[in-house]
Every structure is written in C-alpha cells, then in structure tokens.
C-alpha cells in the first residue's frame, strides 16, 4: 500500500506565485487533513474533509484553500504565496469513528521567497 | 479550547538512559491520547495511543499511562538507543465530528552512543 502521497517533495515559490499541494490516499479514508509544521510550533491545522464534498476550516486556513471531489484527492491551493506561508506541509488521513492514528505522508517542504 | 503542553526540548540522553517526556491537556470532553514520532525528514508516525482513563499504551519499549486525574500522559522509556533520536509529539482527539488532532509542540529527542 501507498499509503498516503504527497506532492511535490520541495519547493520553491516566489511572493504572488500560486501553487496546489497535491495529496491521495489509497486507503479509502473518509477523513483526510491538511497541517503545516513550523519550526517548535507543532502541527497547526489548515483545513478538514470528513467525506468527498464536505471540506471545513482548521485552526489556520487563511491564504489558502481546499476541495475534495473524490475520497481518494485533497488537494491545498495557495493563492498568492506570502512569506508567511513558508513551512512543512503535511496531508494525513484516517478511517472512520473508532478507528484510531492518522497515516501522515511524508510532507512537501515550501519555501516563499 | 483543547490543548497539549510538552516539556520544553532538545533532551540529550546517553545510550541506555532512562526517558521521560511530560505531556498534560486540556479537553472539554474525554478525548484518546497519542505519541507521534517524527525522524528526520519524514512524516509522523503513530507510536501509541490510549483511548479512556487508566489505558496504558505501549510500542517498542516506550510507554504511557492515560492519567485523567493528572490530565496527563507521560512517555517513558527504560533504556533508550541511538535509533530513537527523533522529534516526539503528544497529540489528543476529541470525540466530534472532525476527530481532528490537537498537537503539542514537540520534544527533540537526541541519543549519544
């Protein structure tokens, strides 16, 4: 299993640029999340999907936006990438209630410059 | 809202030394406990996780106790390697329609030989 795939691994982007962070999950996953890592800050929120066609704000959504046309895609857009939004970006999913962990992929680093 | 205090890193350990990492929350309801592990340039990883008070989790030697009376939730290890340097993140999930997590802002773990 793939498991959870984020891409791309790196980038770079200058202020103004626009760029969407893909993720797929092959795990049939209902929920799925968008977090971004700063350095001794954690993993802070972005945004949600509890199913295909139902998205939510997290804790940080601003400058951003998501969409969740099928169970396996959730793709993050940036829109007019700020130095802000340089950070780790992480896309995790889980399974249904009672089941327990996320499966995290392995993260797209960006930087804005 | 909720949220997670970790003790405050880097910890330094010799091989073979005792770990303690702190954790407490604070939930309005009674969420499940989690440790992620973070190694270098990968995603998170679900190292254990508590569901109700009193639950022990345990994997690869580490363990914690879910203490509601404390709200706390404790990693420990007896004997630590080389191999467990890494960042570790206390994280809990509230019973809800998103069962987001809410992190800690993890600890860095380094272990000398």
């Known amino acids: 299993n793939a498991g959870v795939t984020q891409t791309p691994k790196f980038r770079i982007l200058k202020i103004g640029q626009s760029m969407t962070l893909q993720c797929t999950q092959d795990?049939?996953?209902?929920?799925m999340y968008w977090y971004r890592q700063d350095p001794g800050m954690g993993l802070k929120l972005i945004y949600y999907?509890?199913?295909?066609?139902?998205?939510d704000k997290g804790e940080v959504p601003n400058g951003y936006n998501v969409s969740r046309s099928t169970t396996e895609d959730f793709p993050l857009r940036l829109e007019l990438a700020a130095p802000s939004q340089t950070s780790v970006y992480f896309c995790?999913?889980?399974?249904?209630?009672?089941?327990?962990?996320?499966?995290f992929g392995s993260g797209t680093r960006l930087t804005v410059v | 809202g909720d949220s997670v205090t970790q003790m405050e890193g880097p910890v330094t350990l010799s091989e073979e030394a005792f770990l303690t990492i702190n954790c407490t929350y604070t939930a309005t309801g009674y969420p499940s406990l989690f440790w992620y592990v973070q190694y270098p340039g990968e995603g998170l990883q679900l190292l254990l996780k508590a569901t109700k008070a009193d639950d022990k989790g345990s994997n690869k030697g580490f363990e914690a106790t879910y203490r509601k009376e404390t709200t706390s939730f404790h990693l420990e290890k007896g004997s630590v390697q080389v191999s467990d340097s890494a960042v570790y993140f206390c994280?809990?999930?509230?019973?809800?329609?998103?069962?987001?997590?809410?992190f800690g802002k993890g600890t860095k773990l380094t272990v000398n030989p």
């Open positions: 994280a809990l999930s509230e019973p809800s329609g998103s069962e987001k997590l809410v």
């Open positions: 999907s509890v199913g295909a066609g139902i998205t």
């Open positions: 995790a999913s889980r399974g249904g209630r009672g089941t327990y962990g996320y499966t």
């Open positions: 795990m049939n996953h209902n929920y």
